[in-house]
């Protein structure tokens, strides 16, 4: 069996246990057919919330995003604009560049 391609994904973000809708977009696939990574930010996201993201791919032959089976990943906690690293340096300098070093913050989880 072939499948076809994917041409695109829509990202939903819902409030998890709701039907509340916090983001629907479509994304597109990367135009590398050899990438495997896409990509999606979701933005605007409430510090405290749980978030449910589900997403769907769709071909040229499928209509809608509903006739496809999609991916969910449920109760994500969402817990705020993470604290800035720490310890940010130049470790070296060129005529046309620098090399910047720095820590993540101790809060982040390694």
Same mark, same amino acid.
């Given at each position: @069996?072939?499948?076809?391609?994917?041409?695109?994904?829509?990202?939903?973000?819902?409030?998890?246990?709701?039907?509340?809708?916090?983001?629907?977009?479509?994304?597109?696939?990367?135009?590398?057919?050899?990438? @495997?990574?896409?990509?999606?930010? @979701?933005?605007?996201?409430?510090?405290?919330?749980?978030?449910?993201?589900?997403?769907?791919?769709?071909?040229?032959?499928?209509?809608?995003?509903?006739?496809?089976?999609?991916?969910?990943?449920?109760?994500?906690?969402?817990?705020?604009?993470?604290?800035?690293?720490?310890?940010?340096?130049?470790?070296?300098?060129?005529?046309?560049?620098?090399?910047?070093?720095?820590?993540?913050?101790?809060?982040?989880?390694?």
């Amino acid at each position: @069996v072939t499948s076809e391609p994917v041409i695109s994904y829509l990202v939903q973000a819902k409030v998890a246990g709701t039907e509340e809708e916090h983001a629907n977009m479509e994304v597109p696939q990367p135009s590398d057919p050899a990438e @495997v990574t896409v990509t999606a930010a @979701v933005l605007g996201l409430t510090d405290g919330l749980n978030y449910d993201f589900i997403v769907t791919p769709r071909t040229l032959h499928i209509a809608a995003y509903s006739l496809a089976p999609p991916s969910f990943v449920r109760n994500i906690s969402f817990m705020g604009v993470p604290q800035p690293p720490t310890g940010l340096r130049v470790t070296f300098v060129t005529s046309d560049s620098v090399a910047l070093e720095w820590e993540r913050h101790p809060s982040w989880p390694p």
